[in-house]
């Protein structure tokens, strides 16, 4: 697994056409807020997902690896 940064663009992500909102979460690893927030996101996730809402998480701090991500989302069972 690599580890890169780069900007991204609101075009570089999987968007569902079908999605009648997206909700766009920043979130990091090491802050213990997101991490609260994290949860309480994904149990609105799974309330909404079905009506039309898409989730999209996004790390932005550059010490947040692939891999910390990873672990971020099994941990919380974050799905999104």
């Not at 909404?48 to 910390?68: N, R, T, Y």
């Amino acid at each position: 697994v690599s580890n890169f940064a780069r900007v991204a663009t609101l075009d570089d992500f999987p968007w569902n056409p079908d999605s009648s909102m997206h909700v766009l979460c920043f979130l990091g690893c090491e802050c213990p807020v997101a991490r609260w927030y994290a949860v309480q996101l994904e149990a609105l996730n799974a309330n909404f997902a079905s009506k039309g809402v898409q989730w999209v998480g996004i790390f932005s701090k550059p010490h947040d690896f692939l891999e910390d991500i990873e672990s971020f989302g099994k941990e919380l069972q974050i799905s999104f």
